[in-house]
Each structure stands twice: as C-alpha cells, then as structure tokens.
C-alpha cells in the first residue's frame, strides 16, 4: 500500500479540500505526449527511478498523492510527480533515464 503524505484540511466544499502539505522531497518527470500517453510514460519513468534505476541504485518508497499536469493540448508537456517520504532524500536520475 502507498503511504500518504500526511496534510492539514484549511477548507472543504462540495467534495473539494484544500491542503496544506510539510516541506517534503518530490521526484518529478516531464514528458511531451497527450494526457493518457504521457501519464503512462511519465509514470513508467518514475516507477524506475523509485524502483533502483538511479545513480545510487536505491529504491525509495512512493507516496500519493501523484500529480500530473498538462499544457492541455496533444503533444504538450505533461509533468507527473510523485512524493517522497518525509525524511527522504534526493538520488539524481542516471542519464540513461
């Protein structure tokens, strides 16, 4: 089970929160496909990157929630971002990523 970062609630309505988040460590991939494609591609790169395929060879957890973010048009960057725990630190991509 993915772990969720932990929020404060500032306000609710209708179903919708707004949330205030601690300082936490993102990992984050931008892609240029539409919205469907890039989230595949997008997140296939961050499983590995989260999975070991990093210039430490580490496997870090993954917490939600994942974000993604369009320009809104087909072939526009998309950028997917997925948590890390808080506590966690930074592994650079390897270049072949």
């Known amino acids: ?4 970062q932990p929020y404060e609630t500032l306000r609710g309505h209708d179903g919708v929160e ?3 988040y601690p300082e ?3 990992a984050e991939t931008t892609v240029e496909a539409g919205f469907e494609d890039a989230g595949n591609r997008a997140f296939r790169i961050l499983f590995g ?3 070991g395929t990093n210039q430490a060879e580490q496997k870090v957890a993954m917490t939600a ?3 993604q973010d369009c320009q809104g048009t087909a ?6 971002t997925v948590g890390v725990p808080v506590g966690g630190h930074v ?3 390897s270049a072949d990523t």
């Open 1 to 4: 089970m993915t772990a969720h």
């Open 18 to 20: 707004v949330r205030r």
């Open 24 to 26: 936490h460590v993102l």
């Open 49 to 51: 990157y989260i999975s």
């Open 65 to 67: 929630p994942v974000l």
């Open 75 to 80: 072939g526009s960057p998309c950028r997917r």
């Open 91 to 93: 592994i650079s991509l």
